[in-house]
Nanobody, 118 residues
Framework: QVQLVESGGGLVQAGGSLSLSCAASGLTFTSYTMGWFRQAPGKEREFVAFISWRATTYYADSVKGRFTISRNNAKNTMYLQMNSLKPEDTALYYC????????????WGQGTQVTVSS
């Protein structure tokens, strides 16, 4: 049974930082591209960043230069370091796993809430 468990969310002031983690189990971690998504109230879920098993990364324009995605394959864990946070970054953040070469994300976590106050 595949499980993705996010942690590290919380309340932070604008300009502050938070670090999210996503612990994966039940899958061969190195076979998966891992991604972060977020959904703000009343809005659709949007892509934030992904990282391939080889650590190739890609970011949404809205977070480029402020967020850094990384992974530790030995720990089956992915991270998202978020700096210079803005109120518009407030959302429920999800991690997801996509089989390398696949077209869609197969597995999703339950999400962790990030709230940025102005």
């Amino acid at each position: 049974q595949v499980q993705l468990v996010e942690s590290g969310g919380g309340l932070v002031q604008a300009g502050g930082s938070l670090s999210l983690s996503c612990a994966a189990s039940g899958l061969t971690f190195t076979s998966y591209t891992m991604g972060w998504f977020r959904q703000a109230p009343g809005k659709e879920r949007e892509f934030v960043a992904f990282i391939s098993w080889r650590a190739t990364t890609y970011y949404a324009d809205s977070v480029k230069g402020r967020f850094t995605i990384s992974r530790n394959n030995a720990k089956n864990t992915m991270y998202l370091q978020m700096n210079s946070l803005k109120p518009e970054d407030t959302a429920l953040y999800y991690c997801a796993a996509k089989l390398a070469g696949g077209n869609k994300y197969d597995f999703w976590g339950q999400g962790t809430q990030v709230t940025v106050s102005s």
